[in-house]
Nanobody, 130 residues
């Protein structure tokens, strides 16, 4: 599985950015996809996940501001970010892995929270200035 993020950049507080993650080489019928981020000197944070049931789970810190989506071909994962603040400055990574066939509302986010999704891209930097 290969994941490649793009779309990072620098914006001012209140601005918006859209990240993309091109996914290839996976044929999972049941999957978890997500975004996590890490800022210098801070712990890695699970931002949001989506699964094959289209269940999405967001970190409280981004609810109402970030939106995850997946294209119909299930090959590109997006993260639309709005109302950005300096606290959102971080390297953003997309992550993926196979999921169990049973529907579970919190499974993917729990796995991402533990940083246990086995596939991850190289990251794209997001910088928000005040």
């Amino acid at each position: 599985v290969q994941l490649a993020e793009s779309g990072g950049g620098s914006v001012q507080t209140g601005g918006s950015l859209s990240l993309s993650c091109a996914a290839s080489g996976y044929t999972f019928r049941h999957y978890c996809l997500g975004w996590l981020r890490q800022a210098p000197g801070k712990e890695r944070e699970a931002v949001v996940t989506i699964d094959n049931w289209n269940i999405t789970t967001y970190a409280d810190s981004v609810k109402g501001r970030f939106t995850i989506s997946l294209d119909n071909a299930q090959t590109t994962l997006y993260l639309q970010m709005s109302d950005l603040s300096p606290e959102d400055t971080a390297m953003y990574y997309c992550a993926a892995d196979q999921a169990p066939p049973q529907r579970s509302d919190n499974y993917c986010y729990a796995v991402l929270f533990r940083d246990e999704l086995n596939y991850r891209g190289q990251g794209t930097q997001v910088s928000v200035s005040s």
